[in-house]
């Protein structure tokens, strides 16, 4: 079983920048599809961006061309890239792979944009 652990979160201003990672302690390079999502205040959990073994990526509407997923097989690590941050974006925010195993959620990360 793979545990994943996110990091990076924290408090910035609209429009700065943030780089979550997620830190798997096993080995990436078998999982297919691996994805960031968000909790943001009072609503449901959301998937905002998937990256598969080949390098394809998807986003959700509200952050496209604001975030950029990867990971690095090799250091077992996926990232998100999280540019021109709006208050909106603000929410706990958490790696799995894709679909979901409920038993690989992590703490999250809180990211607090300010406006």
């Known amino acids: 079983q793979v545990q994943l652990v996110e990091s990076g979160g924290g408090l910035v201003q609209a429009g700065g920048s943030l780089r979550l990672s997620c830190a798997a302690s096993g080995s990436i390079f078998s999982i297919n599809a691996m994805g960031w999502y968000r909790q943001r205040p009072g609503k449901q959990r959301e998937l905002v961006a998937t990256i598969i073994r080949g390098g394809s990526t998807n986003y959700a509407d509200s952050v496209k061309g604001r975030f950029t997923i990867s990971r690095d097989n090799a250091k077992s690590t996926l990232y998100l890239q999280m540019n021109s941050l709006k208050p909106e974006d603000t929410a706990v925010y958490y790696c799995?792979?894709?679909?979901?195993?409920?038993?690989?959620w992590g703490q999250g990360t809180q990211v607090t944009v300010s406006s």
């Open positions: 799995n792979v894709i679909p979901i195993l409920d038993n690989y």
